[in-house]
């Protein structure tokens, strides 16, 4: 099942879309399990506007989670997950202008597979993970660099407005066990990975991370980014793709040029 949540009318919505392009209302919110889905109206992608698929409490970000990323950058693999937590004022949607505050600055894409959860869990084992999650979606963890190396931190790195873009949709019955992640700037693949890559399944995080906080419905997890990230600049276009998902795609511009 495909979900998206979408502005109709000045008014969010969730809803499902079908193949045949038709959108349907959900009625309630996503962790209401099975889905109350409206029989009308059926609307068209041309009445709506794509909003970010989720309203997370929390983005949690995985570092070095991919062999070929940790290689790359000449590190060791961690022996446990390499987590920081992103405001979710930085989420940001299908379509949506990714702003650069500081144009001297090193900013770059890192496409990843996103983990989006569908039930409140807390101390959960790793066999019971998939029972708490909604669904997958693409995100770009668009990174300040320059702030990253002069803080030794991730927290204002990850932090600007608009640097997580997450869509454009939910997809719930996603196999992940060797899919595919393609990142592309202006048309030119950057990133090429694959999720049998991942150092620590999408299993082990959920009932990792909930040992630590509880997730909720609507939380995101971006899972890690596979080798090949790169610096973004005013005008770029950058695309994220994952089959079954879709493609993820975001303008960058300067905050001197909004």
Excluded: W
């Amino acid at each position: 099942m495909k979900i998206i949540r979408f502005d109709y009318k000045g008014q969010a919505n969730y809803g499902v879309l079908e193949e045949s392009g038709k959108i349907k209302k959900i009625k309630g919110t996503i962790d209401e399990i099975p889905l109350n889905i409206c029989s009308s109206p059926v609307l068209n992608s041309e009445e709506i506007t794509l909003l970010a698929p989720c309203e997370p409490t929390k983005i949690i970000g995985v570092g070095l989670n991919f062999i070929d990323h940790i290689e790359s950058v000449g590190l060791n693999i961690p022996e446990e997950p390499y987590i920081f937590i992103r405001p979710s004022s930085s989420l940001n949607a299908h379509n949506g202008t990714v702003i650069i505050n500081n144009p001297d600055h090193y900013v770059q894409y890192e496409g990843e597979l996103a983990v989006v959860m569908g039930k409140k869990c807390s101390k959960i084992d790793p066999k019971e993970a998939r029972k708490h999650i909604l669904g997958y979606t693409c995100a770009n963890d668009v990174t300040d660099k320059t702030l990253f190396l002069k803080d030794g931190h991730f927290g204002r790195g990850k932090a600007f407005d608009t640097h997580c873009p997450v869509g454009p949709l939910i997809e719930t019955e996603l196999d992940i066990s060797s899919v595919s992640i393609t990142t592309t700037v202006n048309g030119e693949i950057r990133q090429n990975g694959t999720v049998k890559n991942m150092v620590f399944s999408v299993e082990f995080l959920v009932s990792f991370l909930s040992e630590i906080m509880t997730l909720y419905p609507g939380d995101l997890i971006i899972t890690g980014s596979p080798a090949g990230v790169g610096p973004l600049v005013g005008g770029d276009v950058v695309e994220v793709a994952i089959p079954g998902i879709g493609t993820l795609f975001n303008q960058v511009l300067y905050s001197n040029e909004v």
